[in-house]
């Protein structure tokens, strides 16, 4: 047993990771009960790589059987390397009087023992076939790392949580351990720093796969993927020559095997790879601290050796022609880059140093030359191009390869109404296409800030294009197409007869015989004011406008081309009885969802579902077929909704607004303010409020219930301004010699129209202005100098 003693007494020297990034191992396994697809899989093939599992015979792993505490010791032992001191420890008499001198695992478990990772069941037993529970086999692990004298059952599991070794693992404490779960934890066991104990603390130091694993530091320059130079299964790095005062010297460069790792991820890193010792196959890559810089793309720009991002600069970087570009997934120089592309808006860069001094690496993905653009064919197998007519190239010189992702993988999966974004490597013999098939159905809600966004199935989108000759309007319905972005590139809207033809003439004026005119119509999906011909224009204003009448329109090359007085076949009256619940007009005509309405009371379209009042003044009506209305024309109020209670009051400090219409016409504000001691939004009820807030003015909101604005905004002046001599959570005093209280839900706002606190206040240094309540109480407390 000495001899064992000493052969293990030794010391582990530890050195720091700055950084690490595991890298998921090919999911192919000798073992025929592990599916690739398994969340095991990649796990189980690194530890055989490893030498770490043999599996249970039969070529099979194991995965659903229990772990018993014979096999738990033996994997423990094959991480930390010691496959050798347990072949040594098998000559040992055994430890345990339940080990026979002949158990398969005699020597991992003396072993395991020596170096305090077993301690055995009591009464002389070690319980070989036993089954482990979870917490067991995690105390193993942790003890394999460093972790000793964790209390049970809840500090182990604890540790555990804390290192990552459970992650996606749900069992009981008491549950036992199968043989599936366990690879996973030993896996991640590998990934982990082992820790050591100075002086009571605790100090990281090498990952406990580098027991088992030979470690190599490199840069890594390029891939087959991204130079045709470069072999498959090959990579190539430069090995690292000396590292002086933090700057790495790189030796020339040379190709390793890239075994089952993806190195398109570390293009341009600095890393460690750790490689099978047997074979030199790499198992792992962990990334060093590499300095970068990374952003997106607006107005990149090189003046001078320096990059300027969004009229910012980035960094400095060597001569153009210094520096190594992976642009599109091709490798060249920045110079050809800016001689013969173009760093597009949105693309992803990143820049790196991998010397920790020098940037000059440089990932450029996603530099789409053509953005959004709508495919107008269906791709098929022997095109070369997309859209036939474009100059969007998918086969022929120079194109060798071409990447699809998004929403189709193929090229020929992509299909007319598609939208894309193409661009290619420098040379063009690599092309990538981003295909975006998003699109959200419905009906336009609301337009803001004139058609720059609009409302659809209560999600607010921006408009980037949208139908042809056309502009957002509410009520146009259809398919809205999305970009990347969730931005709306262009629109599909449906054709409504109604939509079309029906309106209410408001206004024109005509220019001239050449210069034609305006109208202004009420139409199906609201107010608008449209371009048309002279004679068109001057008919509507000497004849239709002034009476409101109904007309249809027809339009042609973007114009009102012409106009028609609908006549009336159902004519006005007042108080005409209603049904809103059987939707009955006069006992005898019917209305639908399809009824276009029009209202003059406030020139809105409304539905039928709006109106509950009983009784309607009618202008006029269309009938169509079975006593159902085409078309009512009302000059009425249409709900009795009674005017909402204020059932707060709050004082507020405008940070943001939005104003924006909706299909009955009104007008609405969402305002963003600081109030309460923190950061709100309120809308406000329609037309409430007659005038624009300004940003940076306090006002006073009334709320109803539902903390509604249902009041217009009062504006709140000034009380008192000065520097302030003292405060407390009770109350202010400035230096002119005003003192003031209080409120408890006091908001102060920095200068620059930010949420800040009393503490942000420095007696006889800050001045403030101070706006009061009703009771004279402070409400806000504005930061000025």
């Known amino acids: 047993m000495k001899s064992l003693k000493k052969l293990i007494a030794f010391a582990v020297s530890f050195a720091l990771v700055f950084s690490a990034m595991a890298v998921g191992f090919a999911a192919t396994t ?57 072949e040594m420890a098998k000559a040992e008499k055994s430890v345990f009087k339940d080990v026979p001198q002949n158990h398969w695992a005699v020597g991992h478990i003396n072993l395991a023992y020596q170096m305090g990772i077993a301690k055995g069941v009591g009464d002389g037993k070690f319980d070989p076939n036993g089954q482990l529970t979870y917490a067991q086999a995690l105390a193993f692990v942790l003890r394999a790392l460093g972790y000793h004298d964790l209390s049970w059952p809840y500090g182990v599991l604890a540790k555990a949580q ?143 050796n320096v990059v300027y991002n969004d009229n910012k600069k980035v960094v400095e970087i060597p001569s153009p022609t ?264 006069g006992g005898s005509l019917y209305l639908s969802d399809s009824t276009l309405i029009f209202n003059l009371k406030d020139n809105s379209v409304v539905k039928v579902g709006d109106i509950t009042v009983k009784s309607l003044n009618v202008v006029g009506a269309v009938e169509g077929d079975y006593n159902y209305l085409k078309v009512l024309v009302i000059n009425s109020d249409i709900t009795t909704k009674p005017e909402s209670e204020v059932k707060s009051v709050v004082y507020g400090y405008v940070t943001d607004y939005v104003k924006y219409t909706v299909a009955d016409n009104k007008t609405y504000y969402k305002i963003t303010a600081l109030a309460n001691g923190g950061e709100v939004t309120y809308t406000s009820d329609k037309d409430v409020i007659t005038a624009t807030p300004e940003k940076g003015k306090v006002y006073v909101f009334k709320l109803d219930a539902n903390g509604v604005i249902i009041k217009d905004l009062e504006p709140v002046n000034v009380k008192d301004s000065g520097k302030v001599s003292d405060y407390s959570n009770y109350g202010i005093k400035l230096e002119n010699g005003a003192q003031y209280a209080l409120d408890s839900n006091v908001t102060v706002v920095s200068r620059d129209g930010k949420l800040a606190g009393l503490g942000d206040i420095a007696k006889g240094t800050t001045t403030v202005e101070l706006y009061v309540n009703s009771v004279g109480k402070v409400v806000i407390i504005k930061i000025t100098n």
């Open 30 to 86: 000798p073992f025929t009960d592990v599916k690739d697809d398994a969340p095991y899989a990649s796990a189980v093939a690194r530890l055989v790589a490893l030498d770490i599992t043999k599996g249970v015979g039969d070529g099979k792993f194991g995965v659903d059987q229990p772990v018993t505490r014979a096999q738990m010791v033996t994997f423990v032992n094959r991480m930390l390397g010691y496959e050798g001191l347990a």
């Open 162 to 304: 804390d290192i990552g070794l459970t992650a996606g693992i749900n069992l009981a404490y008491n549950q036992v351990m199968l043989r599936g779960d366990l690879a996973l934890v030993l896996d991640r066991a590998l990934n982990t720093p082992m820790v050591k104990y100075v002086d009571g603390k605790e100090t990281q130091g090498d990952k406990l796969i580098s027991k088992v694993a030979n470690v190599t530091k490199y840069l890594v320059v390029a891939t087959p993927d991204v130079d045709s130079n470069v072999a498959a299964g090959k990579v190539q790095v430069k090995g690292i020559k000396e590292v002086k005062d933090g700057v790495i010297t790189f030796a020339d460069a040379t190709t390793i095997n890239a075994g089952n790792i993806d190195f398109n991820k570390y293009l341009g890193k600095v890393v460690e790879v750790y490689t099978v010792k047997s074979t030199g196959e790499p198992v792992f890559v962990d990334v060093t601290a590499t300095p970068e810089k990374s952003f997106t793309a607006k107005g990149f720009e090189v003046v001078n």
């Open 322 to 585: 210094d520096v190594t570009v992976i642009y599109n997934g091709g490798k060249t120089t920045l110079d050809q880059v800016l001689a013969k592309a173009k760093v597009e808006d949105g693309a992803s860069v990143t820049i790196l140093a991998p010397d920790n001094k020098t940037y000059n690496y440089m990932i450029v993905n996603d530099s789409f030359k053509y953005q959004n653009v709508r495919v107008t064919a269906d791709v098929k197998a022997g095109d070369k191009f997309i859209n036939a007519n474009s100059s969007l190239r998918i086969a022929g010189d120079p194109v060798k390869t071409v990447i699809v992702k998004g929403s189709v993988d193929k090229v020929t999966d992509i299909k007319a109404n598609d939208i894309i974004y193409y661009g290619t490597t420098v040379d063009g013999s690599k092309v990538t296409i981003l295909v975006v098939r998003d699109k959200v159905e419905g009906k336009v809600t609301t337009v803001i800030d004139d058609g720059a966004k609009v409302v659809i199935n209560d999600k607010t989108y921006t408009v980037k294009g949208y139908a042809e000759n056309k502009t957002p309007a509410v009520g146009d319905e259809g398919v809205f197409v999305l970009d990347k972005d969730g931005n709306i590139v262009y629109a599909i809207l449906k054709v409504s007869a109604a939509a079309e033809n029906y309106a209410i003439a408001l206004a024109a004026e005509a220019y001239g015989p050449l210069t034609g005119g305006k109208v202004e119509l009420l139409t199906a999906e609201g107010k608008k004011i449209l371009d048309a011909k002279f004679e068109v224009a001057d008919v509507v204003a000497k004849t239709y406008a002034e009476n409101k009448d109904l007309i249809t329109y027809t339009v042609k090359d973007n114009k009102v081309d012409s106009v028609k007085k609908v006549e009336y076949n159902v004519p006005g009256a007042s108080n005409v009885t209603y049904d809103p619940t059987n939707k009955v007009l």
